[in-house]
């Protein structure tokens, strides 16, 4: 006997399981209905009318779970069923979330704005400035003259060291002042200095090999690219990117300018015009490196407040006004896909700042930046226009349109398009002419006695 109670449990769970399988407005008496078989069941069983074997009770319960699932599968593979869920307000924030859920897988948790966070491995990396020299308007990047450089090396009073840096794949060329800027000690041996020249020895990350090795750095340390595991002389910081450190006390603005006022010493005519040519700027190494989080965070800011001001407005002129609840919703919605932007774009920043052998010319970035600009604009469109064809009601997206008017009479009887709520809650009236006379969007209400067409038969009030 204590079996079969055990049967009689476990099936009226596996029912009451089984019931939000079926449509909310017949899901009560179908319950109630396969209950009533179990109990009576379990009543001929006490009563001793049939055997109180459980596998008949369990065949048959397992049977209606699967034929109800198996239903509602089949319903909701309906194209008008997939349609209708597609527009309810649960799926548009589904795909939001997929979306950012996808980011995260293929950011490896978001590991680009994990690694902006953290310190850099530097000793006060504030002081360490990167030289960016670029073509003013155009973008276009070049590089530091020799000449220039080796005139800022004999006049500057506030730049401590200069040295130079360039990446190919994963083994980076530095010059031998490198190092010392960084403020970095070797773990092991010594690190490229004064005298090293190309091909002549390598430093590589603790537990690494090399050939013509002579040191270490600190397994933690890295420096652009956390893919560069080498680090080999190179000849003249003039071939690649300049960094230096400034004196203590001294700002990157202050030591800009001090290199702008010695371009203009009379002797140095020609080195001037070279750089008249080209805007020099240096930037904070912790700046540089952070640099996409300041960019994601005031857009996303900015954005969000032109959101607020877009709803408070729109809830001031629409007539009749929707429940809060709609504007709850658009605010959620774009919010969400603003910040999954401002997520795939710090992401994004950080890969190209990491992979050495990615696309870095000037053009290629600019339009890719653009690009990412214009697919954020349009993803921000579609969800304020997506809002405009939601019921203010039920939130559910508006179906069903019909053609009204004619496009052959443009002021008797203007063409339009009227979209249905299927809740019954009432029409959206979308000219396709637009006058001055006319309002370009009208919400219209269904009348109460209308609503009983629109209700699911067996559905109570």
Known sequence: M???????????????????FVPAPFRSG????????????????????????????????????????????QVE????????????PAFAMSVVLSAALALAVLSGGFRGFRAMLAPLPYKEPGRVVEFRAFVPFLGLRNA??????????????????????????????????????????PASGRLIGDGDRPGCCA???????AANLIGTVPRGFWFKSRQVDTWVPLGDAGEGVLIARLKPGVSAAHAQQELRKLAQTGIFR???????????????????????????????????????????????????????????????????????????WVEIAAWRAASPTRLDGPALSLI????????????????LRDQRRRC???????????????????????????????????????????SSDREPERWQPIETSWKEAFKIPGQTA
Request: charged residues 20%; glycine residues 8%; contains cysteine.
């Open 2 to 20: 204590e079996s079969t109670t055990l049967a009689r449990t476990f099936c009226r769970r596996l029912i009451r399981l089984s019931s939000w």
């Open 30 to 73: 179908w319950r109630r209905h396969y209950e009533d078989e179990i109990e009576d069941w379990a009543l001929l069983v006490d009563r001793g009318d049939i055997l109180p074997q459980n596998r008949p009770l369990l065949a048959f319960t397992l049977s209606v779970a699967a034929a109800t699932l198996r239903k509602r599968l």
């Open 77 to 88: 593979a309906n194209p008008a069923n997939a349609r209708r869920l597609a527009g309810t």
């Open 144 to 185: 530091i003259p020799a000449e220039t450089l080796e005139f800022w090396r004999k006049g500057s009073r506030d730049i401590q060291e200069f040295a130079g840096y360039s990446i190919q794949g994963h083994v980076m060329r530095v010059t031998p002042g490198f190092f010392r800027v960084l403020g970095i000690e």
């Open 203 to 209: 430093v590589v990350r603790e537990g690494g090999s």
């Open 270 to 344: 020609p080195v001037l015009r070279r750089v008249q040519a080209m805007r020099v700027e240096l930037r904070p190494l912790n700046e540089i490196f952070r640099f996409p989080l300041y960019v994601a965070g005031g857009g996303l800011a900015f954005s969000l407040i032109l959101l607020a001001l877009y709803t408070g407005v729109a809830a001031l002129v629409a007539k009749p006004r929707p429940h809060w609840r709609y504007w709850a919703f658009l605010m959620v919605k774009t919010g969400a896909v603003m910040l999954v932007f401002a997520a795939a």
């Open 368 to 383: 890719g930046d653009w690009t990412f600009l214009l697919v954020y604009v349009g993803a921000v469109w579609q969800s």
């Open 392 to 434: 203010p009601v039920c939130l559910n997206r508006l179906s069903v349109p019909v053609s009204i008017g004619s496009w052959s009479s443009p002021l008797m009887n203007p063409a339009s398009t009227e979209l249905l709520c299927l809740e019954g809650h009432g029409t959206l009236f979308i000219p396709e002419t637009q």
